[in-house]
């Protein structure tokens, strides 16, 4: 048998639009981010398969492990689901994906392509993707796949559960990111939204559709490189996730020093509560935002720019 390896990785993200209102089968707006998670397989001498991730403080970690859960269970998925039988192989695991930036969706994408490539299995991009989108779901028990979809496409895309995702071309976009310094856990944020959609109802649901009408208006907007006018549908969207609850001191402390300082609009970014706000600046107020994120408890991030390619593989044998 050849001696293989192969080396996949992919991207983190961020939303632009459509948080919480995606997971109701409205449209949303995601970029890849120029932050990205790699996974290497090649044979291993131990007729065993272990797993080394610096990132985890995991080292030749013998599968299947509690210490990576996600890793475990992508594994036994993939055995279970191609009738695979096991064989010794060594997986690790790098990444320079922030907290708030989708590592997670990255590691299931480039794990499994690792995976396909490794053991020749060849399903079609739209299968990989459901195949992905599914996996992930079951593991957390939510999720609209945007992530997921980010994470192969790369660039700027707009995603929809049951349609294919669609690249958007834009212009320059000079986002900036604040970061909280902290990862919220999503798990209680998407809780406490499911229990407010269940209490109200009908305000819920108004604030989900204007959510997918901001989406539409936002995509003609980057079509039509009308940054003023996305600045304003970002400020919207923010106001809205605030009616949900899932904004946060720091988080609108951020978002207002942004604005002040002369960005064109910002809003939180991802579940909420902590992670991170993107803000929407025009090159000339880059300095005065960048110092504005940094007067608050947050801290500006201004190295993240959108990432065009989405998943890379490299086949070595």
């Known amino acids: 048998m050849k001696m293989v390896k192969v ?37 291993c ?15 030749k970690e013998e599968y299947p492990t509690a210490k990576l859960d996600i890793v475990t269970n992508i594994l036994s998925t993939f055995f279970k689901k191609y009738n695979i039988a096991e064989r010794p192989i060594e997986i690790e695991i ?6 708030g930036f989708g590592s997670s969706a990255a590691l299931i994408i480039a794990l499994f392509d690792a995976l396909f490539t490794y053991f020749n299995c060849h399903p079609s991009k739209l299968e990989f993707l459901q195949i992905c989108i599914e996996f992930n779901q079951s593991l957390k ?13 790369g660039g700027m895309i707009k995603f929809q559960q049951g349609r294919k995702p669609e690249p958007l071309p834009f212009e320059q976009l000079n986002f900036l990111v604040g970061s909280t310094g902290f990862k919220a856990p999503s798990g209680p944020i998407i809780k406490a939204v499911r ?42 969207n923010h106001k809205l996730l605030q009616k949900l609850g899932v904004s946060s001191p720091i988080l ?31 090159n000339e107020r880059v300095g005065e935002v960048i110092q504005a994120l940094n007067a608050t408890k947050g801290s500006a991030l201004p190295e993240v720019i959108i990432e065009p390619e989405g998943l890379k593989t490299e086949k070595i044998e």
Do not use: W
């Open 94 to 99: 790098s990444s320079t994906i922030k907290p």
């Open 252 to 282: 609108d402390q951020m978002v207002n020093a942004a604005r002040k300082a002369g960005a064109l609009g910002a809003k939180l970014s991802g579940a909420g509560k902590g992670d991170n706000i993107l803000a929407l600046v025009p």
């Open 7 to 43: 080396i996949s990785s992919a991207p983190g993200k961020l939303i632009l639009f459509g948080e919480h209102a995606s997971s109701r089968g409205k449209p949303a707006i995601v970029f890849a981010v120029n932050q990205r998670l790699e996974v290497k397989i090649f044979p």
């Open 141 to 153: 028990g939510y999720g609209s796949g945007l992530d997921i979809a980010c994470a192969l496409y």
């Open 45 to 59: 001498q131990k007729h065993k398969i272990l797993i080394t991730s610096e990132n985890f403080k995991v080292y």
């Open 195 to 236: 229990e407010l959609e269940v209490k109200d109802p009908i305000i819920t649901g108004k604030i989900f559709t204007r959510i997918g009408e901001l989406v539409s208006l936002g995509e003609d907007a980057i079509l039509k490189n009308n940054q003023r006018l996305l600045g304003e549908l970002m400020n919207e």
